[in-house]
């Protein structure tokens, strides 16, 4: 996992309410054998439509992603984060997560920014204003900005999290910290004990 301080650029508006995993990353999607490629599919049905926010050539290069409540919502599927990552996103903003999504989002490297539910509304229709609105993400300090729209506020992440993102450790990375530790632990085991290797 790469480290992410900052996301800084445009974002698009996606306004709409209950977005689940199926929405996200349809599972017809999820019989790839690759983690690549993911980017083709999301909102994939949606995207048929050619009035869907990410057919806007307004919107395009976007790497922030701002929804309505409820984001994530529906089965765990680290497919979901692949593909919005893929896609060029490394931020969602939403003023509620579904859990698992959220925690999907951490281990990975996605940013999930929850913001008030006003902040929320107020973002959407600023960049539905504004396609060039510049939305700043700021791990390290917590906040979200959009100064040209006059928003900015704070996000709640946890200590652990926010080291995970800064110091861009995924589950694997936090366990070498302590590679040490373990070599040592595997060297004074009795010889009699079931062994790895």
Same mark, same amino acid.
């Given at each position: 996992?790469?480290?992410?301080?900052?996301?800084?650029?445009?974002?698009?508006?996606?306004?709409? /309410?209950?977005?689940?995993?199926?929405?996200?990353?349809? #599972?017809?999607?999820?019989?790839?054998?690759?983690?690549?490629?993911?980017?083709?599919?999301?909102?994939?049905?949606?995207?048929?439509?050619?009035?869907?926010?990410?057919?806007?050539?307004?919107?395009?290069?976007?790497?922030? &992603?701002?929804?309505?409540?409820?984001?994530?919502?529906?089965? #765990?599927?680290?497919?979901?984060?692949?593909?919005?990552?893929?896609?060029?996103?490394? /931020?969602?903003?939403?003023?509620?997560? /579904?859990?698992?999504?959220?925690?999907?989002?951490?281990?990975?490297?996605?940013?999930?920014?929850?913001?008030?539910?006003?902040?929320?509304? /107020?973002?959407?229709?600023?960049?539905?204003?504004?396609?060039?609105?510049?939305?700043?993400?700021?791990?390290?300090?917590?906040? &979200?900005?959009?100064?040209?729209?006059?928003?900015?506020?704070?996000?709640?992440?946890?200590?652990?999290?926010?080291?995970?993102?800064?110091?861009?450790?995924?589950?694997?990375?936090?366990?070498?910290?302590?590679?040490?530790?373990?070599?040592?632990?595997?060297?004074?085991? #009795?010889?009699?004990?079931?062994?790895?290797?």
């Amino acid at each position: 996992m790469e480290p992410v301080e900052i996301v800084s650029g445009t974002a698009v508006p996606l306004r709409r /309410a209950d977005v689940d995993t199926d929405q996200i990353i349809p #599972s017809d999607w999820l019989k790839r054998v690759e983690r690549t490629g993911f980017d083709k599919g999301l909102f994939s049905e949606w995207r048929d439509n050619r009035d869907f926010v990410l057919n806007d050539d307004r919107f395009e290069g976007a790497v922030v &992603l701002v929804a309505g409540p409820n984001f994530g919502t529906g089965s #765990s599927r680290e497919h979901a984060v692949w593909a919005i990552q893929q896609y060029g996103f490394g /931020a969602v903003v939403s003023p509620r997560f /579904a859990d698992i999504f959220r925690n999907n989002c951490t281990k990975n490297g996605l940013v999930p920014v929850q913001v008030p539910a006003q902040v929320g509304e /107020a973002l959407l229709t600023a960049i539905e204003a504004d396609p060039e609105l510049v939305v700043t993400i700021d791990v390290a300090n917590l906040t &979200l900005d959009a100064p040209d729209a006059g928003i900015t506020c704070g996000f709640p992440l946890d200590a652990a999290t926010q080291e995970r993102f800064l110091m861009g450790l995924d589950d694997i990375g936090i366990s070498l910290r302590h590679e040490a530790a373990i070599a040592g632990y595997e060297a004074d085991r #009795s010889a009699w004990m079931p062994t790895t290797s």
